[in-house]
């Protein structure tokens, strides 16, 4: 759905009632155009994981830690998992 908005004076969109309050992204493309992306903002001092999320993320953190990446044959991949070619 679209809606004719035109910037008052003072540079604003009224947005309608529904809106009050929200938050958005503002995400401004090349040529001009402008897209609002609603948004949650949660202030820094309030942003905690669950600890069992914290924990699962810890682990895979030490996990990377100790397999850095590196590159893939995947002619020996395929064969350890029983592929082939056709």
Same mark, same amino acid.
């Given at each position: @759905?679209?809606? *004719?908005?035109?910037?008052?004076?003072? =540079?604003? !969109?009224? +947005?309608?009632? #529904?809106?009050?309050? @929200?938050?958005? *992204?503002?995400?401004?493309?090349?040529? =001009?155009? !402008?897209? +609002?992306?609603? #948004?949650?903002?949660?202030?820094?001092?309030?942003?905690?994981?669950?600890?069992?999320?914290?924990?699962? +993320?810890?682990? #895979?953190?030490?996990?990377?830690?100790?397999?850095?990446?590196?590159?893939?044959?995947?002619?020996?991949?395929?064969?350890?998992?029983?592929?082939?070619?056709?």
């Amino acid at each position: @759905m679209y809606n *004719i908005k035109t910037v008052g004076k003072s =540079g604003q !969109i009224s +947005l309608g009632k #529904a809106m009050a309050g @929200m938050s958005f *992204i503002v995400e401004e493309r090349p040529g =001009g155009d !402008i897209v +609002l992306k609603r #948004a949650v903002v949660v202030p820094m001092n309030e942003r905690r994981l669950d600890p069992a999320v914290h924990a699962e +993320l810890e682990i #895979a953190r030490e996990w990377r830690r100790n397999n850095p990446a590196k590159a893939t044959d995947l002619i020996t991949l395929a064969a350890k998992l029983g592929i082939t070619e056709e």
